[in-house]
C-alpha cells in the first residue's frame, strides 16, 4: 500500500461512519492523503448522496481510489456503478479484494459495515491498494464494462 500524491476519497452513509473513522486513520497513518466526503455522524442520510461523491472524485481524478462503506455495502456499491468508467466492487475479505483489482481493474471498494468487523475491513483496503490491475486476458472483459476502454467499432 503505496502512498500516492493523488488522495484517496472516502464517503459512507450513517451505518458505515464509525468504519470509515477507522479506515480513513489507517490509511492517513500509511501516509495517504484522504479527502473524506462524510458522512461525519450517526443521523441518518442518503448513501447515493456520498457514493456520486466519491465516484465524481475518482472520475474526475481528484482522487485515485474510492472508499465506501455502508451497512452491508450493497445499496453504495449499486449507486457507484451507476457512473461510467466506475467499477466498484463490493468485498466481504482479502481475497475479494485482490481479485476485483487484478481481473477487474476496480477503482473503488465497498464495504458493509454491518458484515464485517474493523480488521477484515482493513486488510481489505489495504489489500485493494497494493494489488495492481493485471490486464492481459482480463482487458477484453474490463473493456466491456468501461466506457472510456470500450473498442471503437
Known amino acids: 500500500?503505496?502512498?500516492s500524491e493523488t488522495p484517496i476519497a472516502i464517503g459512507s452513509d450513517h451505518a458505515g461512519v464509525e468504519l470509515k473513522a477507522q479506515v480513513k486513520q489507517v490509511l492517513e497513518s500509511a501516509g495517504h492523503k484522504v479527502e473524506?466526503?462524510?458522512?461525519?455522524?450517526?443521523?441518518?442520510?442518503?448513501?447515493?448522496?456520498?457514493?456520486?461523491?466519491?465516484?465524481?472524485?475518482?472520475?474526475?481524478?481528484?482522487a485515485s481510489f474510492g472508499v465506501l462503506i455502508c451497512g452491508t455495502g450493497i445499496g453504495i456499491s449499486i449507486a457507484a456503478n451507476r457512473h461510467a468508467a466506475i467499477r466498484c466492487a463490493l468485498v466481504h475479505d482479502t481475497t475479494g479484494a485482490r481479485l476485483t483489482r487484478q481481473h477487474n481493474d476496480a477503482n473503488v471498494i465497498a464495504l458493509g459495515a454491518r458484515l464485517i468487523g474493523p480488521e477484515v475491513?482493513?486488510?481489505?483496503?489495504?489489500?485493494?491498494?497494493?494489488?495492481?490491475?493485471?490486464g492481459g486476458r482480463h482487458e477484453r472483459r474490463v473493456a466491456k464494462l468501461s466506457p472510456e476502454r470500450a473498442p471503437v467499432a
Request: hydrophobic share 40%; no cysteine.
Open 1 to 3: 500500500m503505496t502512498p
Open 36 to 62: 473524506d466526503f462524510g458522512t461525519h455522524g450517526p443521523e441518518s442520510v442518503d448513501y447515493p448522496d456520498f457514493a456520486n461523491k466519491v465516484a465524481g472524485a475518482v472520475v474526475s481524478g481528484q
Open 121 to 134: 475491513a482493513i486488510d481489505a483496503v489495504r489489500t485493494f491498494l497494493a494489488t495492481p490491475y493485471e
